[in-house]
């Protein structure tokens, strides 16, 4: 049992998101990104840019912060569900 609970935490491919399938995780990571299994909180690297995208400051927010301030109009700290719909327009538009 041990083992097949060991296989499913290291798994990459989940049987009901197919989209896990279709983009696997790349085997030549270790080669091009340092510690590619580390969460970074204040960057984005990739294979391609593994020091992040030159240039780009990041203010001392998280890599998720600056996307979710967007939809919070009124900056508050909370996005409704309002301010999502308001957001989505604004980038459908």
Known sequence: MASNMENEAMATEAPFA???YERRVRHDLEDK????YMPRALAAPDAE???ETPG?????LSVLQPHAS???Q???GIVYPWETYTGE????C
């Open 33 to 36: 990104l340092p510690k590619p």
């Open 89 to 92: 327009s604004v980038i459908v």
């Open 56 to 60: 780009h400051s990041h203010n001392q």
């Open 18 to 20: 197919p989209v896990t």
């Open 70 to 72: 967007f939809f919070d």
């Open 74 to 76: 009124d900056h508050n």
């Open 49 to 51: 840019h593994p020091n």
